[in-house]
């Protein structure tokens, strides 16, 4: 399963196209919408969470680009659950950028969210799943 | 004059631990203890060594009975948050194990499957005191017509709960690396290719059973902590392999003893019994585990004061040789060089991961270390040691 949390920004010709029930219908996407609105001059904007198969998720951002939807992603932040991890280390295997690491010889699991590039893989790899995708809301206000 | 050699028994201790003159020491600092004094001294000064370990261990589960009903029922299918309980026993008992998943679960089926939740997630919710929704089917009988339940349970509801977990505690486990072109998931962990980590789950000198190599001190009936609580080890586990080759310090260069362990799941703490999802392979259980060694002479001294230069493991290629069921030693390693953070096989540098963590077996050395020193953990003399 892929995630990932998307704005998109309508022009105003197609604010009534079913799209949603297209991304669902075609492409096997389940989405969950965090806001949506209609401005006065007819653009719209939606933040969503885009969910489904990886293949699925790419395609359809190529169909709603094609409606000239524009699509960006929005800011992610990969956070730890402090209470929920508990120090094994699986996680550093996976971690690309080196923001999960080791310090020895306490054998104490770091993470550094300087380093890190939220590519996601600690998400699913964390047996414990404490590593968390938390988006930036500033585009929520 | 030589003094006389060491020899305690377990009433010896136990007589030390009620006077409060117990000396405990956790199973690091018996290393430097041994080094630097000796064996035969460590034996006189310390009494009782304490061992830990908290990792994903796939045998384990509970034995619940949820109580009958009104009308009753004959339970012959049972879910705990959908998660199917074997009811193949009397009435309203039933065993949820550490790694089934849910019947709709996708499984394998998108790969790498997530397993969200599952058994070890259940039992870690039922220790957490969060409600719990059970379902049972039956097909009614004269004595028990009702054919339907479902409810929302916690664990203090429930008449009775005992963790039962067939094997816990290996002693001694593989050392996991890949070499195929893909990224492949395993019960180790994920496996990068072409041997980009090599992934180990013990916890080394604090392990219980590298400790107590033999199972001089330990068997049915030893008073231990499991997840949180005091239980008992009832014996050797599943897969229990005494035979497996060792070094001349004991500790066995492979996967070889294990434990069946036992304790009232209603003691327990969150903290120590928690559901994990292996990426691509299945829901489990991490548990705390640790088991008091008492240093009854010289021996148990030099055996408790093993360290990590002095154990070790085998290097196994789970990309080609594992799943044909072969599992060729690449490389004999020790769980020093595995801590370093990386190791060599054959010439090549592969960084070492852990799946177990150092940091909470040492805390459950700590914690046990504390309930033997302040006598609410008395040691037990085993009514039977493990095969050996
Ligand atoms: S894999 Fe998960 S539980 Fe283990 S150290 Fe990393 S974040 Fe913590
Ligand atoms: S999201 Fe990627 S870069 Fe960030 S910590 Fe996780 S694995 Fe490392």
Redesign the pocket.
Known sequence: MYSKTISLRFPKNIVGEPIAATLVKKFDLSFNILKAVIYPRKEGLMVLQLSGHKKNYAKGVQYLKGLGVKVESIGED?KRDEEKCYQCGA?TA???????SIKRPEMEVV?D?E?????????V?CPARA?EVKFNKTLLN | MAKKKVTKTIDDINRKIKEGKVVVVTADEMVDIVKKSGAEKAAREVDVVTTGTFSPMCSSGAFINFGHSKPGLKASRVWLNDVPAYAGLAAVDCYIGATESPEDDPLNRVHPGEFKYGGGHVLHDLVAGKKIELRATAYGTDCYPKTQLKKKITLSDLPYAVMLNPRNAYQNYNCAINLTKKTIYTYMGVLKPNGGNANYATSGELSPLFNDPYYRTIGLGSRIFLGGAKGYILGPGTQHNPEAMRHENGTPLTPAGTLMLSGNLKEMDPRWVLGVSMLGYGCSLAVGVGIPIPVLNSELAEFTGVSDEHIFTQVIDYGNDYPKGEGKSLAQVSYAELKSGSIRVNGQEIPSVPLSSHKRALEIANILKDWVEKGELLLTQPQETLPN
Do not use: H, N, R
């Open positions: 990969i996680c996976v971690c690309p950028t080196g923001a999960l993470f969210q380093k890190c590039s939220a590519c996601e893989w600690c998400v790899a590593m």
